[in-house]
């Protein structure tokens, strides 16, 4: 099993639709995170759990929900969403939380969203 | 806030041909971070610069950290078809890591 695995690949959805987009990662570690990438855009980091807590979400719309069930998995509930919203979004995880030197991030393959 | 520029945007070289991607930040940089990407995929890690001055490889990958210029340069020798993807610095910024824009590399035989 690679080190942190997402589903689903790929999702179309309408903008009326319902559905989540699943993080599971294999290392033991205690923060994950949510980030968005669309085209020809930084990176942007969307919510941080560490011990299953929330500790960031930087002005996503509620549109996007997450939730950390515990510290292996991660889900981004998806409802109402708008074309712009269309993107790759990456799941990650880190032993430790952010900060200087925290160490790396380990990344999922991501999930492609595709609103219509 | 703070922001990384990445310079090129693109580069499109021929195989054998030696490159450098820069990256640039707009406050003091504590640690960057360098990974790759390929389309559509996740991050894969490359390496971690912490002191100004510090240089690391990794097979044919040279990093270095000029932190008084709160700048990082990514140096590929003898380029590869392998080599190509989308190449992006991550800085630590107040307890999350920042991303720059990425430097999207093509490597043609």
């Known amino acids: 099993e690679t080190g942190v695995t997402q589903t689903p690949r790929h999702l179309v959805m309408g903008m009326t639709n319902k559905k989540s987009l699943k993080c599971e990662q294999h290392l033991g570690h205690n923060a994950m995170y949510w980030y968005k990438q669309s085209a020809k855009k930084p990176l942007e980091l969307m919510f941080v759990y560490s011990l299953e807590e929330r500790v960031e979400n930087n002005s996503v719309p509620s549109r996007f929900s997450p939730e950390c069930p515990n510290s292996s998995h991660l889900f981004l509930h998806l409802h109402t969403l708008q074309p712009e919203d269309s993107a790759l979004y990456l799941c990650?995880?880190?032993?430790?939380?952010?900060?200087?030197?925290?160490?790396?991030?380990?990344f999922g393959e991501g999930s492609r969203l595709t609103v219509l | 806030s703070q922001e990384l520029e990445q310079s090129p945007q693109s580069l499109i070289v021929q195989e054998g041909k030696n490159l450098t991607i820069n990256c640039t930040s707009s406050k003091t940089l504590y640690g960057l971070y360098w990974y790759k990407q390929k389309y559509g995929e996740g991050l894969i890690f490359l390496m971690m610069l912490q002191k100004g001055g510090e240089e690391k490889s990794h097979e044919k990958i040279t990093a270095k950290l000029d932190e008084k210029k709160q700048q990082s340069s990514l140096h590929i020798t003898a380029s590869q078809p392998s080599h190509a993807g989308i190449y992006l610095c991550g800085a630590d910024s107040t307890d999350k890591l920042i991303f720059g824009t990425g430097t999207r590399l093509q490597v043609f035989p």
């Open positions: 990650a995880s880190s032993q430790g939380l952010g900060g200087r030197f925290a160490g790396e991030l380990f």
